[in-house]
């Protein structure tokens, strides 16, 4: 009879094996408001979610609770997904919670993800196209709402800072439909405006409010402009897309003009380093100079200069020895050539050289006039030519040609004709 009964943990572990196995409830999504919310010293979250009619026992882990973008709160909207579960010692179901968004606002959460996912793999986050605040600048551009806390704070702040700088204010629409057509031709028109530095944001509020410096249009903007941008969007646990994209991002507006320019005091401790770092650098070059010139003075050319005297005046007598010697070796050359000449045959018996040339002259001319045609003419030889050309052949020669003969003392021309004629 006892057989039939069990004990409630045994109905507990059933009822939890039932639970745990059913697929429909292995990952749930509930939405309704937090009530009874702790949060745990080791991260852990402790919460109820009810509604109207009923409410379920919530835990979040440590390790998903990292994952949430707002720090939830009694009597807030949430939406979450987990898996429910049996807590064997209570009997109790409850929700083991993975993920939480803020109810109405989840939608909002998803479109920031995949516009920060998009962006990033463009490369538009990457540190490499980041430019650098300058560290004392003269013209500050701010882009925000004309009235509100956020320009108050920047103003007052850069002023106290300081108050060299010149706040130029480039009012804008942070909040509506309309907000982010607004800032875009806001940053286009102060990237033309000479600044140093464009401060683009404003004060805190919910993720609508801010929603503005997370579109697309606006971060493409943060990115192309060539003055480098702090962003300085809401509060220190805001982040938005232009956060991302900026050259720099601020925790707060006033943070941003902190960041935007240094105090007087740290530029007279910067300055008065430099006055250190300068002495410093001179004292070390005397030093150093120093050491030098008496380095000069304890070498030897120093302590005793006339060695250096002595020395050239060794090389000098050098020089001039040996020019004295080239000018007897070049003289005595030359006097032997002169009297080579002297001796030579053409000035000793100049006339015989020249009888020498005459008889060789008058052998050459005897030659010549022996091989000569016109004395060949003169002993009764004549010469034939017919068309200025010399007949050697009488085969050459055909009737009717006419003939040019050359005598010693003229010539004639005679036509060959026909024997008998």
Known sequence: M???????????????????????????????????????????????????????????????????????????????????????????????????????????????????????????????????????????????????????????????????????????????????????????????????????????????????FNEEIVARAIFACRTPVISAVGHEIDFTISDFVADLRAPTPTGAAEMAVPTIQDVLESIRQQEIRAKNSISHQLKAYKIRIQNIKNRGIMKNPIVLYQTKEILFSNLVEKLKYNLIHLTTLKEKDLIRVKNSYVLQKPYQLIDKKSNKYLQIISKLETLSPLLTLKRGYTITKINNKVVDSCKKIKLDDVLNIEFQDGTIDAEVIKKGD
């Open 2 to 212: 006892q057989d039939k009964y069990i004990t409630v943990t045994q109905l507990t572990r059933y009822i939890k094996y039932k639970i745990d196995n059913d697929i429909h409830l292995d990952e749930v999504f509930l939405k309704g408001e937090i009530s009874n919310f702790k949060a745990h010293s080791r991260g852990h979250f402790y919460f109820t979610i009810k509604d109207e009619g009923s409410r379920i026992n919530a835990i979040m882990f440590s390790s998903n609770t990292k994952k949430v973008k707002f720090m939830p709160a009694d009597g807030m909207k949430v939406m979450v997904t987990g898996k429910i579960s049996v807590f064997e010692s209570t009997g109790q179901y409850q929700i083991y919670v993975n993920e939480m968004l803020e109810d109405g606002v989840g939608n909002l959460y998803v479109a920031f993800e995949q516009l920060k996912k998009k962006l990033e793999l463009e490369g538009l986050f990457d540190p490499i196209h980041k430019k650098k605040i300058p560290r004392i600048p003269n013209k500050i551009g701010v882009i925000t709402a004309p009235t509100g806390a956020a320009i108050k704070d920047i103003i007052s702040t850069i002023k106290r800072r300081w108050p060299l700088a010149e706040v130029y204010l480039f009012p804008a629409l942070v909040q509506g439909e309309d907000a982010k057509e607004d800032i875009v031709k806001q940053i286009e028109k102060a990237d033309n405006f000479g600044l140093d530095t464009l401060i683009v944001g404003r004060g805190g509020g919910s993720i609508e409010d801010l929603w503005a």
